[in-house]
């Protein structure tokens, strides 16, 4: 199977590229490259690319592949409000201009990387995928409308999936520092301690990448009448967590960290327990990493790889790293780069 995967590049296709080619799949990737050397430890060995930007794909780019993979997008809240504009244009209408291109060009299976946080603050008891959506932020805004559009498209001969990802965590060789357990790992190492910035109790249920990885490559093969324009959530029960619980998780494993909790009314509104029962009853597919062991797995790696505290604050950091890339010039006001090599 020929699949393309956008945004392969990032934190979760880095890991995703692989797992999908030990699955027998042919697969080339899509990125402008953003992150393609915000690398920790040994670099990854990309696919054969295209080195496009999202928003300029064109069909005859989109021919001779079974299936896209979308995961190219601009990944997080913060960065969703440095620049509300640009990230629907990305997220949103480039997203739904690749699907429209893919059927195009005969694509039959469009597997599109989805959030969670479309729940928004959904308070304590579990949502499953036909709960109503209240994303709060233009990024999880961004992330329903592509949901929303995506089912127009659905037809006999193209086959939309909405994969609603749970924040991951784990090591991925492009790191990044600014989801929550990577996050609080890297904290505890750098500080020795584990710092939360709000009183802990918003839940936020996790999921590592390469579990992410495995529900895509399960969605590649599923039949198609089961999947077709279906959502699902992709976590475990078991990591459905508050954020102090998951701060006393890497508190256990970076050895003499003390744990803080600051209280403050945090920035991030965000809370939701999340139901993975259909994915588990449609697909057979259930996540399988803890956070505890996910927690260990980053501590070895950032102190096998030298992680280092300027790097953590910047090149890891979604939004420092493209202000960076705007502030030397690399990028111009739409954040399309200006050269290839950075
Ligand atoms: N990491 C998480 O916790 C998480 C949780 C739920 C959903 N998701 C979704 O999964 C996807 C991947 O997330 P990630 O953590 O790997 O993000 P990431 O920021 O690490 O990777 C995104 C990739 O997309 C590329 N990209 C962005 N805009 C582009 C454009 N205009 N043209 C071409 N390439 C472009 C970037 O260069 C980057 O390589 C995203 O859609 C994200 O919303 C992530």
Redesign the pocket.
């Known amino acids: 199977m020929k699949v393309l995967v956008?945004?392969h590049?990032?934190?979760?296709?880095s890991v995703m590229v692989p797992v999908l080619q030990d699955a027998g799949c042919d697969v080339v990737g899509?990125?402008?490259?953003?992150?393609r050397d915000c690398v920790l430890g040994q670099p990854p060995v990309d696919p054969p690319t295209l080195a496009?930007?999202?928003?300029d794909v064109t069909v005859e780019q989109l021919q001779g592949f079974d299936a896209v993979v979308h995961?190219?997008?601009?990944?997080n809240d913060p960065l969703g409000a440095l620049a509300p504009d640009i990230t629907y244009d990305?997220n949103h209408h480039?997203s739904v201009r690749l699907a429209r291109l893919a059927k195009e060009a005969g694509v039959s299976r469009f597997l599109y990387?989805?959030?969670?946080s479309v729940y928004g603050a959904a308070g304590d008891g579990l949502v499953n995928e036909d709960a109503p959506l209240h994303p709060l932020t233009p990024y999880a805004i961004s992330?329903v409308r592509v949901e929303d559009d995506l089912v127009a498209l659905a037809d006999s001969s193209f086959t939309p999936v909405f994969l609603r990802?749970?924040?991951?965590f784990g090591f991925s060789p492009?790191l990044?520092a600014d989801?929550v357990l990577n996050n609080l790992v890297g904290h505890a190492v750098l500080t020795g301690l584990v710092r939360v910035l709000s009183d802990g109790t918003p839940w936020r249920p996790l999921v590592h990448a390469r579990d992410i990885a495995r529900a895509f490559a399960v969605c590649l093969t599923a039949p198609t009448e089961v999947i077709n324009c279906r959502a699902y959530n992709v976590g475990s029960d078991m990591n459905n967590l508050t954020v102090a619980q998951i701060a006393a998780a890497v508190v256990d494993v970076v050895p003499g960290s003390e744990l803080l909790i600051t209280g403050e009314t945090g920035a991030d509104p965000r809370s939701y327990r999340v139901d993975f029962a259909r994915a588990r009853a449609e697909l057979g597919y259930e996540a399988t990493w803890s956070v505890a062991d996910g927690a260990a797995e980053l501590y070895g790696e950032y102190t096998a790889n030298g992680l280092t505290a300027h790097d953590f604050a910047n090149r890891f950091v979604?939004l420092s790293r493209l202000e960076q890339l705007r502030g030397c010039g690399e990028l111009d006001e739409t954040?399309r780069r200006v050269s290839a090599a950075v």
């Open positions: 956008t945004g590049q990032g934190y979760l296709g899509l990125d402008n490259g953003y992150f496009v930007d999202l928003r995961l190219a997008a601009l990944s990305i480039a990387a989805s959030t969670c992330k990802n749970a924040t991951a492009r990044r989801i979604r954040m």
